[in-house]
Every structure is written in C-alpha cells, then in structure tokens.
C-alpha cells in the first residue's frame, strides 16, 4: 500500500465491508405469531446457505482485490474508473444472490442461475481488464520491484476466470446444480494464493 | 494525504462508500409467487438503470473529492463543515434518483427531473464553495508546492458545473430526456481529470 | 492521530459514516399509485428536516470527536469502552429523531421531544466521561505537547452540554418548539471550534 | 498496526463498524397512528435491550481483535481466510439476537437462546483458530519482539471461551435466564483486558 493507492484501498474496503455486511438483512426474523420457531428457522435455509455463499465469494473477491492492489504502486484517473466498475459488480453480487436463493428448486431455476453465473462473468471480465490495465508496461502503474512471474502468473490464473464463467453458464443447459458446484469450485481456485509459498517465508 | 486531512478523507470515504453501496437496497428481489421472473427482471428495468447511474455519478464525485484533496495540505472548521455539507448532498443522491426511475414516463416526469437536477445543482454548489474556500490564499490550506495553473484548471471547470445544471432544469419544460441526457454528458465531463497528462507521466 | 490511536479513530469514523448516511433510509419513495408527487414530497417534509437535523447533529459530533482525539495520543481499555459507549448514543439518534418527526405537532409531541433531548443529554455525559477520563492526569493519555489552555477550553465547555439538555427537557413542559430552539442553539455553538484561531494560523 | 496488517484490520473495521451501526434498524418507528407514543414505546422494550447487548457484544469483539492485531505483524493467506470467518460471524450475531428478543418468554424461548449462545460458540471457536494459526511458531506471524508471557496469557483465557458457551448452551436445559445471565457474565470477562497494567504503564 502506497500513499498514492491508500485512498483507492480505503475506499474500495469500505465498499467490500458494506456489500458483506448488508447480506444478513436478507435474512428474515421469524416472530412467534409465524408458527413454531424451528419449522421458521429451517424453511429458509436457502436464505442461510445464500448469506454464507454471498460472504465468502465477496470475502475472495476482496483477498483477490487486495492481492492485485500489493503489486500496484501508483494511480491513475482510467485506474479509478476501472476500479469503480469492479466495485459496481461487487455491490450487485446481493442481488443474483438473493434471485438464485428464492428461485432453486422452482420453475425458473435456469433463469436465477444465469443471472447469477453472468454476474461472475462481468466480475471476472473487469478483473482481468483492472489487471491488464494496471500492469501494461505503458503505465507505470506497478511497484519498482516488479515481480516478473508473479504478476504473468496472476494474469494466467485471471484469463481462467471469464472462461469457466461462460462454461458455467452452458452447463445451466444440462444441469443447474452442476453449473452451481463448477461455479463453486472456481471460488475456491481463486481463494487460494497465486504465491502460496512467497507469502509464508516472504 | 497529509496526517491533518487523513480523518476527513477517512470519513468522507466512508460515507461515499457507504451511500454507493445502499444503493443495491433499492432493487427488489423478484419472488416465484410474483409470475414468471423473467417478467419480473425486465418490468423493473428503470430501478437497475437508477442504480447504474446513481452508482457511477456517486463514483464520479468520489473521484473529484480525492482529487481535491490531492492538493488540499491543512483542514481548518470551516472546511470541516463545508465537506460536511458536501457529503449531506452525496447521501442524499439516492432519493431523487429512485423518485426519477418511478416517476419517468409518468404523469410527473417534469417534477420529479427538476428535483433530480436540482440535487445535482446543489452539489455543484457545494463543491464550488468547498474548492473556493479551500484555495483561498488568506487560508494557507493548500500543499506547498501549489500547482498554480492545475488549481485555475480545476476552479475554471467546477464553475461550469452550476451553470450547466441549471440549463438542465430549463431544458425540462422543453424536454425531459434531453435534460437527462445533458446531465450524464456534464458527468462523463467530470469524469475526466483536468490534468489527464499530469497523473500518468508523473 | 498516532499508531495507537489510529485503529479506534479509523472504527468510529466508520461507525460516524455509517450512522449519517443510513439516515437516508428514513425518507420514503413517494409512487406514482400514491396521487401527484407534488402533494408526496410536500406532505412528507418533517422526514427531509428529520433527515437534515439529524446529518448535521451526527456530523457535528463526529467533528467533536474528531477534535477530541488530536489531543489524545495513548489509548488503554477504559478508553476503548468509554468510546463504545459514546458511539452507542451516536448510533441511536436516528431513533429519537424519527420519533419526534412523527409526532410532532401531534398528541404526543411532548414525549417524543423528551426523547431527543433525553438522548443528547446522555450523548453529552459520555463526551464529558471519555474527556475527563483521557484528560486525567494520572492517564497519561494525552499528547506529549499538552495544550494545558485548550484542553480546560474543552473541558468548560462540554460541562455546560448536559445542563442546556436538561433545561430543554424542562422546557418541554413550557413549549416543545422553544425546546427544539434551544438544542438546535447549542448544536450550532459545539459546531464552533473552541481554538478557532490556532487551527487557522497553526 | 503493520502496513502488511493495514489493510486487513481497515477491511475488519469496517464490517464491525457497519454490523455494529446497522442495529439500530431493527428498532421500528413508533407512529401516530398506532397508538399512545408512551404505550408503543415501552411495548418494544426487548428490542432496545437486544440492540444494546448486540451493540456492547460486538463492540467488545472488536477490542478482542483490535487486541490480537496488536501483537500479529505479518499477514498470510490462511490468515486471511480464518479472519473472513471469524468476520462472517460477527455479521451474523444480529440474526440471533434479534429472534431470542422476539422470543423470550415465549414457547420457543429455548430454542431461541440455543441458536444465541451457538452462534457465540462458533464465535469463539473462530477467535481461538485465527489466534493459534497467527500464533504458531512455523508461521512467524507475530511481531519481532514476542511478549511470551502476554501471548500465552491471551491463548489460556481464549481457550475458555467455547467450554462456557457450551455450559450456557447445557443450562438452557434447566434454565433460560441463568444461561443468559452467564453469557453477559462472559461478555464482561472478555471486556477486561488480559494485560490490564502493560496498557496502562506502557
């Protein structure tokens, strides 16, 4: 974190704590008048598996944001743009989300999930553009102690991302909860550190 | 980012923040018992719409404060209160924009433009009186290595912010989307940074 | 703002930011289905001033605290709680405010301005107990550089906040409007900085 | 504070900061219309208590890990994740709370605390694993100069925690209000800090 990126950093934490926090309100309070709390409480599970799964892959997206942003050292006016889009599809993620939890198991299932994998596709599109953007060699944008391979590495492991997303979406065609667990299983490929072993003994 | 405008920038970033993202608050999740949800994504078009563009004209004007503050070294009580001021209209973006998207191609649509503009009229004040204050010589509020011909710059285009929202509230009585298309034109402007070559050579 | 300092003043500036921008939500929508919007946005207005009171109180706050913590350097557990307990008052004012929106020039205007002024007069008490506290010499929670004038400035001042509070909840029983006069009085006189001239020629 | 740590403690301030001030919105407005103000008033007593506890509980788990980034200077992946976890249920405590407020002293009045003291459980199930994986000596994790005895003080009185919850949750079995009453009692302990004279002396 330099000087120069501080206020982008803070800014964007500031947009990635509220689009986590806001989640819970999405979860209904059972009141007494509604029947007896446990059937309350376990009929909306979805809502529950839908918070935990809004938390987390906003939780990554920010592990990711912060990744990128130690390796960038300066700012410009198209970087702040290009962060804000980011941003834009960050705080939408709630809204898919919430779709996909009251519609899985009804007739629109396809409908729900398309729009949840087509958000993630725009999510990992302005990743991929942030990132090329930033570490174009033209700009300067990157700390003076450039890290070759880790920085080729992160935009092999980001082209991987818009793709999967897209196969997600095909897969919606075949089967819904299939499309669900590879879009899953794609979170969990971009929790994990691009430089696992750097980070530990750095 | 000197040590005396750290808070208020620390603050000012928290309310930006906090406004773009209770901006996803105002779009509803469709439900199965509501019809079809394709029916439903599509009728409430305009409420996605108003979140788009409330999001990036809150963006925009995020920019523009980290831009000011770029040049602004100390902060006195007056400065305190005019951000406060500032920021008063930022939070308060999200309800013209809502009463637009319900209102426009209704009976009211004139109105509730006016009110819209008219926010964005006032927040143009604020900006100008709060960079007017700030760079006032008597105050000393500026870095010292003040960038005289930037700070003309930015003062010479801020003007042209009140004078072009109130052409914007003229323009409703002789059409309403012209006068919105006006607007989002003055914030692509703004979007831009007055010393596009500055920030990336330097 | 010193290393030690900086982690609580970076929580309740984002309690601040939140708290103040939250306010918003008060203000309804007003529909197309709900008659001409000219009657909605006229009928409604005790929400814009509950909504522009409440910014400005919420904001004058945050500039005391603000102020408040430029002299304290050391931060210790009693601190931490204190400063909990003054961000717990600062978070409930939306409460009051709304209260008193609803009902004023009703039946119950009394109470619900016995309310608010209840909710200042404690907000004042904790400014006072967090001051007292950090001020005590024994503490050593303050700046190196103590400012022996200005910190007795402060303290002779905010001495005098629970005592206007409690002579508004006694004028409630007079006039609730004169009651309202008098907070909004005072708010404006702790908007004013007790060192104006150090901050300006400092 | 670190700048490795930096970010990671602003991203964690900002979620408490907001879960912390998003309390206040389950206090519902009392209206004209609904009755004598007084009446409504003292009616929703239990969400005020609910929204106190939840305020003072969160708070004090913001000084707990305010307390444990003092001695953390470097910050792993695995980090990362284990305080996202941690975070995902500090956002979470205001679902629980707000069900035993609607439920106590009602029939499900056992179930309702079961699910507040088992999200506590969880809580300081995840207190203690982001403690011992910072604290480990593989990881090199903590700050040059490691106060042993400090350390340790902090990992005996963390590993209390989950054994107490589950005695609350065991008591619920005999008896509500003692379970609750031993919660608070906990909360209290956790409030004290374990190096009550270094912060002060130091």
Redesign the interface.
Same mark, same amino acid.
Request: charge should be neutral.
């Given at each position: 974190?330099t000087?120069e990126t501080?206020?982008?950093?803070?800014?964007s934490?500031?947009?990635?704590?509220?689009?986590?926090?806001?989640?819970?309100?999405?979860?209904k309070?059972?009141?007494?008048a509604g029947g007896?709390?446990?059937t309350q409480?376990v009929r909306q599970w979805t809502s529950y598996v839908s918070?935990?799964i809004s938390?987390?892959f906003i939780?990554i997206m920010?592990?990711n944001h %912060?990744r990128l942003?130690t390796h960038i050292r300066?700012c410009?006016?198209g970087l702040?743009?290009l962060n804000?889009l980011l941003?834009?599809g960050v705080?939408?993620v709630?809204?898919p989300t919430?779709?996909l939890a009251? %519609?899985l198991g009804?007739?629109?299932q396809r409908?729900?999930a398309m729009?949840y994998h087509g958000t993630y596709f725009f999510i990992a599109i302005f990743f991929n553009v942030l990132w090329r953007y930033a570490t174009s060699p033209a700009?300067h944008l990157l700390t003076h102690d450039v890290d070759t391979a880790a920085i080729a590495n992160i935009t092999r492991q980001y082209a991987f991302g818009p793709l999967t997303y897209l196969l997600c979406l095909a897969l919606t065609w075949i089967s819904v909860p299939a499309s669900l667990a590879l879009n899953n299983l794609l979170a969990c490929f971009f929790?994990?550190?691009p430089e696992?072993k750097r980070?530990?003994s750095?």
């Open positions: 974190m000087t501080a206020r982008v950093e803070a800014f934490d500031g947009v990635f704590a509220i689009a986590i926090t806001l989640l819970i309100l999405n979860i309070i059972p009141l007494p007896p709390l446990g409480l918070f935990a938390f987390v939780g920010w592990i %912060h942003f300066r410009d006016n702040l743009l804000l941003l834009l705080t939408f709630p809204f919430s779709v009251a %519609h009804q007739a629109d409908l729900a729009l700009r929790a994990l550190p696992w980070n530990r750095g």
